[in-house]
């Protein structure tokens, strides 16, 4: 693959073309804040939290769906940056109540957030408890839809999917039914510990003391890529 010449926060790389700013970042211990990333899914830049800086465009681009060109000057840890971060990280969690085991938390201490400036919804979301081992809180869930794609990209299931848009999405099983009457759902696990709040859970455990496995996933996708 050819090499092409990017400086990112003011070291000069070669990269390989192709690749995304966030795989070039992560290879090069340059720390993006993620969210709806997961190594070994493929990327939607849901969550708008990886943005960086490219000179010459005038948006704030998601470093997980973008990929670099030759001579691109990219910045990742700028003020304005930053200020994006901490905005996108209140209001998740003007969406979901952090349960101490959650991604989201960790997020919040990392972009210095102190308290949530905008309004908390708390929508009044079912939770689903039809299915005989795990729940599916709606009112934790901040449809980073890592469970959609573990559960299709992975699993080959295709349970999950995406209701609405915006304000109104919802994650939903099948046909819009309970997950419980699913007829996909393998009951593998992968979208409980692909989800990074605490919005899918099993049964069997106290949520407080639940303990996920997110790089399960990414060792299980290299392992089947092995065996090709
Ligand atoms: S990690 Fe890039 S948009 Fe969510």
């Avoid at 109540?97 to 959650?102: L, T, Y």
């Avoid at 304000?167 to 692909?194: L, Y």
């Avoid at 455990?205 to 996920?212: A, E, F, N, R, S």
Wanted: overall charge positive.
């Amino acid at each position: 693959m050819a090499k092409i010449p990017i400086n990112i926060d003011g070291t000069a790389l070669e990269v390989e073309q192709g690749q995304t700013i966030l795989e070039i970042c992560q290879a090069n211990g340059i720390e993006i804040l993620t969210m709806c990333h997961m190594k070994g899914l493929g990327d939607v830049g849901a969550c708008r939290l990886c943005l960086v800086e490219i000179e010459g465009i005038n948006k704030l681009l998601p470093a997980c769906t973008t990929k670099v060109a030759a001579n691109q000057v990219i910045k990742t840890k700028t003020e304005k940056i930053k200020k994006y971060q901490k905005i996108t990280t209140e209001l998740l969690f003007a969406v979901c109540v952090s349960n101490g085991k959650c991604e989201l938390q960790d997020l919040g201490y990392k972009v210095g957030m102190t308290h949530v400036r905008f309004p908390y919804l708390f929508p009044q979301c079912e939770v689903d408890t039809s299915h005989p081992w795990y729940v599916m809180d709606h009112n934790r869930c901040i449809t980073c839809t890592r469970c959609v794609r573990v559960c299709s990209q992975v699993e080959g299931s295709y349970n999950w999917g995406v209701k609405n848009r915006g304000v109104s999405s919802r994650i939903i099983s099948d046909f819009n039914t309970p997950w419980g009457e699913s007829t996909t759902c393998t009951a593998c696990s992968k979208c409980v510990h692909s989800c990074p709040t605490g919005a899918i859970w099993p049964k069997a455990i106290v949520q407080g003391q639940l303990t996920k496995s997110p790089q399960m996933i990414a060792d299980l996708v290299e392992r089947r890529k092995m065996n090709l």
